[in-house]
């Protein structure tokens, strides 16, 4: 959109440089390093090695002593690692302009607590107990971040999309391009069905209750497409009140924190099978982190809860591409569009804006290259070998320790998003607003549920298996 | 929007940080963030009190000094403790 009157014009300072995008945006840290362990464990493996003594990761155990054993004779490894993600995630929150001072000290806190929560859901007893990490993180996170003081240099480390960017761009090292390419039209398709029809619902709704337009797009955008960063897109692109930003983020993070524990609550009693419920919260779930905790909640189910049918990574692969590939690459055409709406048919604000289709790409959450190009390299890396040799050294050599990555990126997350999520923060969310984004929430998981276990279902237990 | 209108992005009005953002939108960091590629340059304007985009202008614009993305400092919102 630049031209040359706009550059030559002092008054107008520069826009940001590809260089500066590259270095300031999460995405593209998330790739950097995502993209970076996987093209080094790739190599690696290639060469005959491995990364998989650095990924570490604790084992089962039914006596704390098992404990103690394991973190005695692993503790090098442990220390290793937490140095490998220490400088990787350093680096990027020194691109981001984090202060390292503050961010390091808290990410050693960070996974230390991880440590603990990994150790946790390995314990032979953890689903008996209902003790899944996710759960247990966000829980625990929930009960400190709102009834303790916690000190400020920690908030630094908490950095929810950072590191579940990260393990996404990682989950791509464990999906082959041939299964994205196999799933992807199906999982489009229904979100797609299930977006225009969440979003017609809440902007319908509140048009109904006489709220703004432009507050209407905002909470349409948040619970049909991708939550916080769909509303705020949105409300970037047409112009929103700066209080209908902090009610859609309100709203948004209010029921997507209901549904971290309600979707694979309800799935398990339902007895759903993995690829089924993971299509499901990808369907109804409105955030990534959210999402993935309550998917990898009931992938942990698999094996350890009777009835549950499935892999354990089906829950997470559905919904992964559900929502990842289905929902949010989908956030720059609905900002397009609505600008373009905005600009034509809602009253002015006294801010002039114009829509433009470089919206898109501005607008595209870049970590999903990363995820797409994750699929890329293993393909082609673990192409030519037949499925038992895969099984017998791809799969320990190559993809494991990825997975194992993946598992702690995630684990990071959902400990930071109890720790940051603060009740006495949450802005006035009013009753109508309130109304129309929760009519909004039913549909969307009725549809979701229905789309899921009977209009797709043979599809997404297939995947399950 | 005429191409020499100077834009939200170099007004002393308009706060695009993104530490600044996320203190000024309590909420955005847990489920989103400030640095995420889907804000690309959004900012919340003082003077309409909207959340922009950073190549709007207004009459209202004023050039500010500072580089855009650099923060501006307000003690008052950054207490010691989180809660």
């Not at chain 1, 997975?403 to 006495?424: D, E, H, K, M, P």
Request: glycine share 8%; aromatic share 10%; net charge positive.
């Amino acid at each position: 959109m630049t031209n040359i009157a706009e550059l030559s014009n002092p008054a107008i300072a520069p826009r940001e440089t590809l260089w500066g995008e590259l270095i300031h945006k999460e995405d593209w840290w998330a790739i950097w390093i995502g993209l970076g362990l996987i093209v080094v464990a790739a190599a690696l493996f290639v060469d005959g090695g491995s990364l998989k003594w650095i990924a570490v990761a604790p084992l089962k155990w039914s006596h704390p002593a098992e404990v103690a054993t394991q973190l005695r004779e692993h503790w090098t490894q442990y220390a290793a690692l937490l140095v490998l993600w220490a400088v990787l995630f350093g680096i990027g929150a020194s691109g981001l302009r984090i202060k390292l001072a503050q961010f390091l000290p808290a990410f050693v806190v960070l996974y230390v607590s991880a440590l603990g929560l990994y150790f946790l859901g390995q314990w032979n007893q953890a689903s008996h107990y209902n003790l899944e990490p996710p759960l247990v993180a966000l829980a625990l996170g929930l009960l400190l971040s709102n009834t303790v003081a916690l000190p400020r240099w920690l908030s630094s480390g908490l950095r929810v999309e950072f590191y579940i960017k990260t393990g996404i761009v990682l989950l791509g090292a464990s999906l082959p391009l041939t299964l994205i390419a196999w799933a992807g039209p199906v999982a489009i398709l229904q979100a797609s069905i299930i977006s225009l029809v969440t979003f017609g619902t809440i902007y319908y709704t509140s048009k109904r209750l006489g709220l703004d337009p432009r507050l209407a797009a905002v909470l349409g955008t948040g619970g049909a497409v991708c939550g916080v960063s769909g509303a705020i897109a949105v409300a970037g692109a047409v112009g929103a009140k700066k209080e209908h930003v902090s009610i859609a983020i309100s709203l948004v993070v209010l029921w997507a924190i209901v549904m971290i524990f309600a979707l694979p609550l309800v799935s398990r009693e339902l007895g759903l099978s993995t690829g089924v419920a993971g299509a499901w919260i990808g369907t109804s779930e409105f955030a990534d982190a959210a999402g993935l905790a309550a998917a990898q909640t009931y992938g942990g189910y698999a094996g350890n809860v009777p009835g549950i049918a499935g892999s354990a990574d089906a829950a997470v692969n559905a919904f992964t591409l559900m929502k990842v590939i289905g929902r949010d690459v989908w956030i720059g055409v609905w900002a397009f569009v609505l600008s373009i709406v905005a600009i034509s048919r809602w009253e002015s604000t006294g801010v002039q804006t114009k829509a433009g289709a470089g919206e898109i790409w501005r607008r595209l959450p870049k970590f999903v290259l990363g995820f797409l190009l994750a699929s890329v390299v293993i393909t082609l890396v673990t192409h030519g070998y037949s499925y038992a040799d895969y099984k017998k050294s791809v799969l320990p050599g190559l993809v494991a320790p990825l997975q194992v990555f993946r598992v702690w990126a995630l684990t990071f997350a959902f400990l930071s998003i109890g720790l940051t999520t603060r009740i006495r923060d949450f802005a006035a969310i009013g009753r109508r607003p309130f109304y129309a984004f929760t009519v909004g929430v039913v549909i969307n998981v009725i549809l979701g549920f229905i789309l899921s276990t009977q209009v797709f279902s043979a599809f997404w237990t297939r995947l399950g298996q | 929007m005429s191409p020499c209108e100077p834009r939200c992005q170099s007004c002393r009005h308009f706060t695009r940080a993104a530490a600044e953002l996320e203190a000024l939108l309590p909420g955005l960091r847990t489920l989103s963030s400030a640095y995420a590629a889907v804000r690309s340059e959004d900012g919340l304007c003082s003077v309409h009190d909207r959340y922009v985009a950073a190549y709007s202008h207004c009459a209202a614009h004023q050039r500010q000094e500072s580089t855009p993305e650099q923060p501006q400092r307000r003690p008052s919102q950054r207490p010691a403790l989180i809660r």
